[in-house]
Structures are given as structure tokens and as C-alpha cells.
């Protein structure tokens, strides 16, 4: 069992950075592939970037693309999304996801994904 706990959600205003943090603890998730998703209100939650176990896999979302960077730090028990030049349309809430793979995988189908953090709200307005 992976518990998963995000941070560093909150208001910025457009054009600024935001920086999410993603813990595992329980059980370690070195070998798993981690995902950040995000769900607006009234919408349904979508990928946003993944990161293999090795870090040397990355996939993002076209919305995302230039702007948001995945890092992971297995020593740590830690993956982070860099969130740069943020527009209002990247209000959401943000989730971290975790799940047991092969050393290649960034899945961004979000039904693979067997343990998920409880959510932090980033909000993009002027």
C-alpha cells in the first residue's frame, strides 16, 4: 500500500510559477510510474504529465506541454510538477497517482493508476 500526499497548491495570478510536491510513504514507490492529474469543477480528470520509475520516461498533456515539468527523486520518495507561465485555465485540483509498472511505462490512462493522493487546489486568477 502507497500513501500519496500533495502540496504546494494555492492562488497565483497568470503568468506566474507554482511548484507541486508528491510524498509516498507506506511503501516505497521506486518501481512505480507516478502521474499528476487535474480536475476542474464539473469536469472530468484529465492527465497531465506521467514520469517512469527511471525518470528517464516523461509524458505531458498538449495543454501543458513547455510549460509544466515532471522530476521525480526516488531517494526521496518524491515526484514534482514544475507549473510555469500559468494561465487561468489551469485552475484545478491537483492529483498525484502511483502504480506498480514496467520500467518504460508513463501511462496517462488515469484507470491504471491504483493509488491517489487526496487533491491540492491550484487556482490561476488575476
Known amino acids: 500500500q502507497v500513501q500519496l500526499v500533495e502540496s504546494g497548491g494555492g492562488l497565483v495570478q497568470p503568468g506566474n510559477s507554482l511548484r507541486l510536491s508528491c510524498a509516498a510513504s507506506g511503501r516505497s514507490f521506486v518501481r512505480n510510474t507516478v502521474a499528476w492529474f487535474r480536475q476542474a469543477p464539473g469536469k472530468e480528470r484529465n492527465f497531465v504529465a506521467a514520469?517512469?520509475?527511471?525518470?528517464?520516461?516523461?509524458r505531458y498533456a498538449d495543454s501543458v506541454k513547455g510549460r509544466f515539468t515532471i522530476s521525480r527523486v526516488n531517494a526521496n520518495n518524491t515526484v514534482s510538477l514544475q507549473m510555469n507561465s500559468l494561465k487561468p485555465e489551469d485552475t484545478a485540483v491537483y492529483y498525484c497517482a502511483s502504480r506498480p509498472s514496467g520500467y518504460y511505462d508513463i501511462s496517462n490512462d488515469k484507470r491504471l493508476y491504483s493509488y491517489w493522493g487526496q487533491g491540492t487546489q491550484v487556482t490561476v486568477s488575476a
Open positions: 514520469i517512469n520509475w527511471g525518470a528517464s520516461n516523461t
